[in-house]
C-alpha cells in the first residue's frame, strides 16, 4: 500500500501543477516602436477576472499574431486599440473565432491602464481586436468590456504612442494588411513582437 501511494505522489503533484499553470497570472511584453523610438511595456494578465479573454489573448500571442501589427486607433484621453493583423489571410482565419463574454469581476473596472478585448455590440463577439484605457471608461463596464488584465510597466510608453485618432479604416486594415497601412499611415505607432515571460524574464 505504501509503495503504491508513493508511486501516485508525483503523479498527483504534476497533476496539481498542471491545474494551477492553468489558472495562474502571466505576463506579457510588447516591444514597441513609437513616436519616440523602440520601447517596451508589460501587461499583467488575471485570468481570475476574465478566464476566456485572458485564455485567447495567451492564444493569439504564442502564436505570434501580434506580431508587426499597427495600432489604428488611438484616441488620447480615451484610449488606443489593436489587434488586427498585418497579414490579410491571418485576419480571416481569426475573424469567425469568437469566444464567450466572461462576467464583469467585483471591483474591476475600464480605468486607465486596464486591457479589454474590443468586441461589436453583439453578446460573445470577441476575437482578436483589444484596447488599452487611457481614461476612466467606465461606462463601458455593462457592455462586455471586460478587463483581463492592466499595464504593469511601461505605461509612459503606451501613452507615446501616435494619436491617428480613428483615420484608419478597419475594413482596409482586414482586406489589405500592413500595405495599405504602411502606404497611407506611416507615422503609425507599431508593435515589434509579443512574448509571454516565463523564467528569468520575469
Known amino acids: 500500500m505504501l509503495a503504491r501511494m508513493t508511486l501516485l505522489l508525483p503523479l498527483l503533484l ?33 485570468r481570475d477576472w476574465s478566464p476566456n479573454g485572458a485564455d485567447r489573448f495567451k492564444e493569439l500571442v504564442e502564436s505570434g499574431f501580434y506580431d508587426d501589427t499597427r495600432f489604428f486607433r488611438v484616441i488620447p484621453s480615451f484610449m488606443v486599440q489593436f489587434g488586427i493583423s498585418g497579414n490579410p489571410a491571418v485576419s480571416t482565419e481569426w ?29 460573445n463577439s470577441r476575437t482578436t481586436q483589444l484596447f488599452i484605457n487611457y481614461a476612466n471608461n467606465g461606462n463601458l463596464d455593462g457592455m462586455g468590456f471586460t478587463p483581463f488584465g492592466e499595464v504593469e510597466s511601461g505605461m509612459d510608453i503606451v501613452k507615446k504612442i501616435y494619436p ?33 515571460l516565463t523564467g528569468h524574464e520575469l
Open 95 to 123: 475573424r469567425s473565432k469568437t469566444i464567450e463574454d466572461d462576467a464583469q469581476f467585483p471591483g474591476i473596472s475600464n480605468s486607465p491602464g486596464m486591457v479589454s478585448f474590443a468586441k461589436t455590440g453583439a453578446p
Open 14 to 46: 504534476l497533476l496539481c501543477g498542471q491545474v494551477f499553470a492553468e489558472n495562474a497570472d502571466f505576463r506579457v511584453q510588447f516591444d514597441v516602436v513609437t513616436t519616440d523610438g523602440p520601447g517596451v511595456f508589460v501587461i499583467k494578465v488575471r
Open 164 to 196: 491617428c485618432q480613428e483615420r484608419p479604416q478597419q475594413g482596409r486594415i482586414q482586406s489589405e494588411g500592413n500595405a495599405y497601412l504602411d502606404a497611407e499611415f506611416k507615422d503609425l505607432s507599431k508593435i515589434v513582437s509579443a512574448k509571454v
